[in-house]
């Protein structure tokens, strides 16, 4: 199973991204797959997750309104769009998969690096989102 992840850049405070999660060797069935992000110096934290079996999806209170996640399952691939964003958006950008489709909910407002990764199954490398102001 591999996981790519892409989309990220520089944009300047209010403007949007849209990242992408290209995965390989998957298929999607009931599955919890997560954008994370993780910033320097600090915890690893959920942003939005997409629960495949329904597309029932979440978002932490930090991104409601702002980010919305979707899955394209012919194209194995999940998007997550960024508007409006904010310099506190800056991070690194993870998308994740588990194999077990109530872990979104599970984690969405976790912030524990180490609970986060034991969590979920696969993991991209990771994508930098960096907001100016």
């Known amino acids: 199973v591999q996981l790519v992840e892409s989309g990220g850049g520089l944009v300047q405070t209010g403007g949007s991204l849209r990242l992408s999660c290209t995965t390989s060797?998957?298929?999607?069935?009931?599955?919890?797959i997560g954008w994370f992000r993780q910033a320097p110096g600090k915890e690893r934290e959920g942003v939005s997750c997409?629960?495949?079996?329904?597309?029932?999806?979440y978002y932490s209170d930090s991104v409601k309104g702002r980010f919305t996640i979707t899955s394209d399952s012919a194209k194995s691939t999940v998007y997550l769009q960024m508007n409006n964003l904010k310099p506190e958006d800056t991070a690194v950008y993870y998308c994740?998969?588990?194999?077990?489709?109530?872990?979104?909910?599970?984690?969405?407002?976790?912030?524990?690096?180490?609970?986060?990764?034991?969590?979920?199954?696969?993991w991209g490398q990771g994508t930098q989102v960096t907001v100016s102001s």
């Open positions: 994740a998969v588990a194999t077990a489709g109530y872990l979104c909910g599970h984690t969405i407002n976790m912030r524990s690096t180490g609970r986060i990764i034991s969590e979920f199954d696969y």
């Open positions: 060797g998957f298929t999607f069935y009931d599955d919890s």
């Open positions: 997409i629960r495949s079996s329904d597309r029932t999806t």
